[in-house]
């Protein structure tokens, strides 16, 4: 991995991206994306991840981070990524309902196999791309680039319509997930 793409400051805040394999547009069922808020809210409650801003879309993750107490960034991305990228690949391979099973699996298993850190499949792109955002400015532009994606993407008109998006939450409305003041 980059230099570029490591977490320099162990206590700066940071937008981080990242997504599919291939890009594969997994988030498009109620099931699969349930299961990545629920991880979400995990790392929050028990690995003390500080969110400030969030989107799940399609194929990717936006998000506005910093570490708590306990755990390093980089590690708590790990876990997420690792824990979340078993139970959706247990969840597809489990739906019957699943249409795209078979050639989501064979992508996630090609990838797993050009990747020695893997055993089967491979799930999420390996970098996270963290950015660390170092001014008011900055980090509003990137609030309003994580709420504006579903937005630009067509799946909702307004940002605080889509409801796996912290843009609920700054609009007043009650969020999947519970968010930390910028």
Known sequence: M??????????????????TVGWID???????KEIFVESLNF????KGLKIYAWCLMTN??????Q???????????RDLKKFTSKKL???????????????MLAIFKSSGASNSNNTIYQFWQQNNHPIELWSPEVIQQKV???HNNPVVEGIVEKPEDYIFSSARG?????????????
């Open 26 to 32: 997994v988030f498009t069922r109620l099931q699969y």
């Open 67 to 77: 570490k708590g107490e306990s755990f390093d960034l980089s590690d708590i991305l």
């Open 89 to 103: 690949l247990q969840a597809i391979i489990n739906n019957p309902k699943e249409s795209r099973k078979d050639w």
């Open 170 to 182: 700054f609009a007043g409305k009650s969020g999947l997930v519970e968010l930390e003041e910028l």
């Open 60 to 65: 990717h993750v936006h998000l506005i981070i």
């Open 2 to 19: 980059s230099r570029n793409y490591k977490f320099h400051n162990k206590d700066g805040l940071y937008f981080v991206t990242f997504a």
């Open 43 to 46: 790392c929050r409650q028990n």
């Open 144 to 146: 309003d680039y994580i």
